[in-house]
C-alpha cells in the first residue's frame, strides 16, 4: 500500500534552516508529483509548492520563493524540504502529500506531519 | 494569491444535509476544474473527499458530492452522521500555476 513516511519533529533558533523528509513506498516514487503543504496550529493548510520526482522540476508559491527548496533523491525514494531563514511564523506542521497522477486533481495520500518548532 | 473563501463553521443535525462553499475568482475556481475538497479530523492528515470538482475516490462514501457554479464550488454533505464532523478544506488550481486552499470550515454535527 501506498506509504508517506516523515521524518521527526524538529527544534530550530530563528534565522536557522530546517529539512523535512518524506520517504515514500508501495509505488513508483518517479511517478507522481510531490506537494508539501504546511498548517500552522490552529489554523488552516496552506500550500508551499510541488516537484517532480522524475524531472527534478520544482514549483514554490510566491509567499516561500527563495526560502525553500524542494530535492529528492530517487535512489531512496525520497523528498525532501528544505526552509530557510525561519522565524517564528513558520512554527507549524508540514505535510508531504502524493498527486493522483494528473497534475493539480488532488492528494489522496498523505505523510503524517512533521511538527516544526521555531523559538529562541 | 489569496485563500479561497468558505463561511467559519456550519453546523447540522444527523440525518440533515448541509452545504459548504468555496468561493474564488476566474483565476483558480471560476477557470478550472481542478476543485478539490479535503476532510481533516483533530491531529489527523487531511483526507482527500472529492477531486476535480466532483468525483469522489474509492472508499468515500456517495453521501458526499461537489459541484461548481462560476467561481463558487460547493461540497455537500447529506445523511450526517456523527463522524462527518471535522474540518473541511476545498482547494484549486491557479493560473499561476500554483494550489490554492480555502480558509477551512468546521462542521459540527449537532
Known amino acids: 500500500q501506498v506509504q508517506l513516511v516523515q521524518s521527526g519533529a524538529e527544534v530550530k533558533k530563528p534565522g536557522a534552516s530546517v529539512k523535512v523528509s518524506c520517504k515514500a513506498s508501495?509505488?513508483?516514487?518517479?511517478?507522481?508529483?510531490i506537494n508539501w503543504v504546511r498548517q500552522a496550529t490552529g489554523q488552516g493548510l496552506e500550500w508551499m509548492g510541488w516537484?517532480?520526482?522524475?524531472?527534478?522540476?520544482?514549483g514554490y508559491a510566491q509567499k516561500f520563493q527563495g526560502r525553500v527548496t524542494m530535492t529528492r533523491n530517487t535512489s531512496i525514494s525520497t523528498a525532501y524540504m528544505e526552509l530557510s531563514s525561519l522565524r517564528s511564523e513558520d512554527t507549524a506542521v508540514y505535510y508531504c502529500?502524493?498527486?493522483?497522477?494528473?497534475?493539480?486533481?488532488?492528494?489522496?495520500?498523505w505523510g503524517q506531519g512533521t511538527l516544526v518548532t521555531v523559538s529562541s | 494569491q489569496s485563500a479561497l473563501t468558505q463561511p467559519a463553521s456550519v453546523s447540522g443535525s444527523p440525518g440533515q444535509s448541509i452545504t459548504i462553499s468555496c468561493t474564488g475568482t476566474?483565476?483558480?475556481?471560476?477557470?478550472?476544474?481542478?476543485v478539490s475538497w479535503y476532510q481533516q479530523h483533530p491531529g489527523k492528515a487531511p483526507k482527500l473527499m472529492i477531486y476535480?470538482?466532483?468525483n469522489r475516490p474509492s472508499g468515500v462514501p456517495d453521501r458526499f458530492s461537489g459541484s461548481k457554479s462560476g467561481n463558487t464550488a460547493s461540497l455537500t454533505i447529506s445523511g450526517l452522521q456523527a463522524e462527518d464532523e471535522a474540518d473541511y478544506y476545498c482547494?484549486?488550481?491557479?493560473?499561476?500555476?500554483?494550489?490554492?486552499f480555502g480558509g477551512g470550515t468546521k462542521l459540527t454535527v449537532l
Open positions: 502529500a502524493r498527486g493522483m497522477g494528473i497534475p493539480w486533481s488532488g492528494y489522496p495520500y
Open positions: 482547494s484549486s488550481y491557479t493560473s499561476s500555476s500554483t494550489q490554492v
Open positions: 508501495g509505488y513508483t516514487f518517479t511517478s507522481y508529483d
Open positions: 476566474s483565476s483558480d475556481v471560476g477557470g478550472y476544474n481542478y
Open positions: 476535480e470538482v466532483s
Open positions: 516537484m517532480n520526482p522524475n524531472s527534478g522540476n520544482t
